[in-house]
């Protein structure tokens, strides 16, 4: 500390404040106490720049010392912007200037503690920005170890300089020698808090009107993270919001003119109802909440939902449950967060009139409360970020969830009552729970008249069988898309795993055993990844014209990685453009396409060694038909068995024995050919065994109706 010599002259002058360097540290720390708050921060003021895209860049980070990189396409900041703005601390500019520029955005930060974010995540900042007008960009370079208690703040001067950058608009923040390390799981749990800190879209429009920072709003804002260990650059991916449409009740507010409004809706109990509360809620003008209700309980759900989307759902609201809180678009924390009990939902216990017990706590709850106080009047936040000031509005609003959700669980869960009552009378009808037996015995008790009773008995059990089939093939079905969904998340940590001993020094056995072992695991993504495409696609169940060139390419981008590593050369011909068949599922043609794939695959290894497989694929337009030939160079079909492999349960594989290598064969179901000529047939379309060209020894010929010009016409009003 620097001695004061001059006392005379100051007795003249009198003093001012200073400023000791430590303050820095000590904002940091108090302003922004979470890692989570510090990005956030920093997501906030790229919103107020007029970013449409921000991304999040996590480089090195399994151990602290990595780091962090955050770019924006904002408006970037000129020589005067970074004096006065980030420099300055304690800036006024967001209060004098509380709109953006270019899209009109109510800006969302006005304390200036984004510089205190960046101290918070690393020791060394550099804040490189450019703004549209301007030849070069700006770089500015920051130590944060050199603000230390005992030194004068305006003693501490930062470098700053002109430099070319790559890009046209923005500012890029690099933030080194973090102070914490960011995990793959670290980092996917601040992706969602920071997805949560945008208001979904999904919940009010009143946020299109304002333009507020929603995720579907006129001015997109995008945000992206990715982690990045030895090169590798990993997307993380965020919640997937299906499970709120299997929600048992939606529950929606709002407050005019001092009266409380919620809407309850259950198309699971037949409830369609407006509950109104008349307790003078005069703070809350601008109010809007969505809440989506669960029973955790699958007895609620059973012929609802299958049994592994209720497992999912449970997982959800115990990780999510609760009532999030946005103001002005943007999320307010604690509000939501596990163990926030804000609207008082953990301290009810509530019954219906009837004596029922009401499931009532925030693990029944996920929702969303929206606040719309542009000038802090009602509602303003802490200064360090750290939830609103808790006045008469806050406790206001508190009520106000509160009771609304009371009076909507009472009226969901009286339904549910009714139903459970319901449930235990007497039923002589037949439902989806009575057994197949049980069915078949009341189809016997019936008396029919001029009618073969037996026959009808007879349609209806294989009827039944058919019923019980769909089930079961359902049931696999889903167990195949939760594996894929599953297995999605371990492709990038393998993926990284098996480049990072690609550089290391291995010896020729352990170099070969990896190369092999990176073979075997680009087969097994193009295989999730066809997987993965074929339930997207078949979630949509509305059927629309296929452009076959468009779907064949679709099929080779998918399994391009399986043709090189198998050595098979495949060939692709038109004839004319624009081949439309009749309206049919996209995911109908991926099973023809596999089917051909993996029989023509299976030929081709019974007689060829590698850098010998052909397969090519010829499509057209012909008598109204647009027709595929799949050809290939394989053992071919023999003409007694060109008609039998249509059938099912016919095959040519041949089980293997124990000399056979494992990466040699690929046992056949007899099932594949007959699936595809169903398909082919449900449309009125061919399929059969075509003469092949020169060196080819099969060709599939497959027949689908073109789309006519007046059923064409239909799909592109």
């Not at 420099?87 to 509380?98: A, G, T, Y």
């Not at 078949?440 to 039944?464: F, G, H, P």
């Not at 599939?700 to 109706?705: A, C, N």
């Amino acid at each position: 500390m620097e001695e004061i010599k001059n006392i005379s002259t100051i007795l003249d002058k009198g003093i001012n404040f200073s400023v000791d360097a430590g303050i820095i540290t000590r904002l940091g720390n108090e302003l922004v106490g979470r890692a989570e708050t510090a990005v956030s921060e920093l997501v906030k003021n790229a919103f107020d720049a007029d970013a449409n895209n921000l991304n999040v860049e996590f480089i090195d980070t399994d151990t602290p010392g990595g780091t962090l990189i955050i770019q924006d396409d904002g408006n970037g900041m000129d020589m005067n912007q970074l004096i006065n703005g980030f420099m300055r601390l304690s800036s006024s500019d967001k209060i004098h200037n509380p709109i953006s520029p270019r899209y009109k955005r109510q800006r969302a930060g006005k304390k200036g503690i984004g510089r205190f974010a960046t101290q918070r995540l690393g020791t060394r900042l550099s804040i490189i920005s450019k703004t549209s007008e301007s030849n070069n960009g700006l770089k500015l370079s920051i130590d944060w170890n050199k603000y230390l208690t005992d030194t004068d703040l305006s003693s501490i001067f930062n470098p700053i300089q002109e430099i070319e950058v790559d890009f046209s608009q923005g500012t890029k923040l690099v933030i080194e020698d973090l102070r914490d390390s960011w995990s793959e799981v670290n980092i996917k749990r601040i992706y969602r808090y920071v997805s949560d800190l945008l208001q979904p879209d999904f919940l009010s429009d009143r946020s299109l009107v304002l333009n507020l920072p929603t995720t579907q709003t006129v001015a997109t804002f995008n945000v992206s993270f990715f982690k990045i260990t030895h090169g590798l650059k990993i997307p993380i991916a965020n919640i997937d919001r299906m499970v709120l449409d299997n929600a048992l009740a939606i529950i929606e507010g709002y407050v005019l003119d001092g009266r409380g409004i919620c809407e309850v809706v259950s198309k699971r109990f037949n409830i369609n109802d407006t509950i109104v509360l008349d307790k003078g809620y005069n703070f809350l003008d601008e109010i809007h909440f969505k809440v989506y209700y669960f029973i955790l309980n699958y007895e609620w759900y059973e012929s609802y939902i299958p049994k592994m989307e209720y497992n999912r759902i449970k997982d959800f609201v115990k990780d999510n449950g609760g009532i999030k809180l946005y103001r002005n678009g943007f999320r307010v924390l604690p509000y939501g967060e596990i163990g926030n009990d804000w609207a008082n939902i953990e301290k009810t216990a509530i019954k219906t009139e009837e004596g029922a017990y009401v499931p009532f706590s925030n693990n029944n709850f996920f929702g969303f409360v929206e606040i719309i106080d542009k000038d802090g009047v009602n509602f303003d936040e802490t200064s360090s970020r750290e939830g609103l000031i808790e006045n008469t509005a806050f406790s206001q609003l508190a009520d106000f969830i509160n009771t609304s959700l009371i009076a909507s669980a009472r009226r969901i869960n009286s339904a549910r009552l009714s139903e459970k009552q319901n449930r235990k009378k007497p039923n002589t009808t037949i439902t989806d729970s009575d057994s197949t037996k049980n069915i078949i015995e009341k189809l016997r008790s019936i008396k029919v008249q001029k009618v073969d009773e037996n026959d009808i008995i007879e349609e209806a059990i294989l009827s039944l069988e058919g019923v019980e089939m769909i089930r079961v093939l359902a049931t696999v079905g889903l167990n195949i898309a939760e594996f894929t969904h599953e297995i999605r998340q371990f492709i990038p940590s393998f993926n990284g795993s098996i480049n990072y001993l690609l550089n290391q020094k291995l010896n020729i056995e352990a170099q070969h055993s990896l190369l092999n072992l990176k073979e075997n695991f680009n087969r097994f993504k193009t295989y999730t990844a066809f997987i993965d495409n074929t339930i997207t696609q078949n979630v949509n169940r509305e059927k629309y014209p296929q452009d076959l060139r468009r779907v064949v390419k679709e099929f080779f981008n998918i399994f391009k990685n399986d043709f090189l590593d198998s050595k098979i050369d495949v060939a692709q011909e038109y004839y004319e453009y624009d081949l439309l068949t009749v309206p049919m599922h996209p995911s109908e043609w991926f099973s023809i396409l596999y089917n051909c794939y993996t029989n023509s695959k299976k030929a081709i290894k019974r007689v060829h060694n590698n850098d010998e497989g052909k397969i090519r694929i010829v499509g057209g337009r012909e008598n109204g038909y647009i027709y595929l030939e799949f050809s290939d160079n394989g053992d071919g079909i023999p003409e007694k068995n060109q008609e039998r492999i249509f059938d099912a349960f016919f095959t040519t594989s041949i089980p293997p024995n124990l000399e056979t290598n494992r990466n040699d064969y690929i046992i056949g179901t007899g099932l594949g050919l007959k699936i595809v000529k169903d398909i082919v047939t449900s449309y009125h379309g061919k399929i059969y065994v075509a003469n092949p060209e020169d060196n080819y020894r099969t060709c599939i010929r497959i027949e689908i109706p073109e789309i006519t010009t007046k059923e064409l016409k239909v799909y592109e009003s």
